[in-house]
């Protein structure tokens, strides 16, 4: 006797909720030029998701897990809350990277120190 436990709807229902490949591309196109947009790295990115790690294979599973669990709405809300969260973050004082401040130029500082510290 055949299973029919499994019916085609479900089947379909199910088919439908992974990411086809070109999907996945575009997704991936957009969220580069979001985050570039937005000032933000994958690392804050994978900190808003609580993914874990900064790859981009790893945050768009984890991306590809919400709209498999509740749909491309789920996935956009997502999406909006976190821009929503990093808008208030950025409004908030001592926050961010104020004009003219240079991240890299502290790492040069930090990486001079230690050189110096091995001469001693």
């Known amino acids: ?3 029919h436990s499994s019916s085609p709807v479900s089947t379909a229902s199910a088919s439908d909720a992974s990411l086809s490949s070109d999907q996945l591309e575009n997704l991936q196109a957009f969220l580069k030029d979001w985050l570039r947009h937005q000032g933000r790295t994958q690392a804050d990115l994978r900190l808003a998701l609580r993914a874990e790690s900064i790859r ?3 945050l768009l599973d984890t991306l590809q897990q ?3 669990q509740g ?5 956009a809300d ?5 821009e929503e ?3 208030r973050e950025e ?8 004009f003219g401040d240079d991240p890299l130029g502290q790492l040069d500082l930090l990486l001079e120190e230690i050189r ?3 001469r001693i």
């Open 1 to 3: 006797m055949p299973d």
């Open 85 to 87: 969260l990093w808008q």
């Open 91 to 98: 409004g908030e004082p001592g926050h961010g990277i104020e």
């Open 66 to 68: 919400l709209h498999a």
């Open 56 to 58: 981009m294979p790893v």
């Open 71 to 75: 749909g491309l709405s789920a996935l």
């Open 78 to 82: 997502r999406l909006c809350g976190i």
């Open 116 to 118: 110096q510290d091995r």
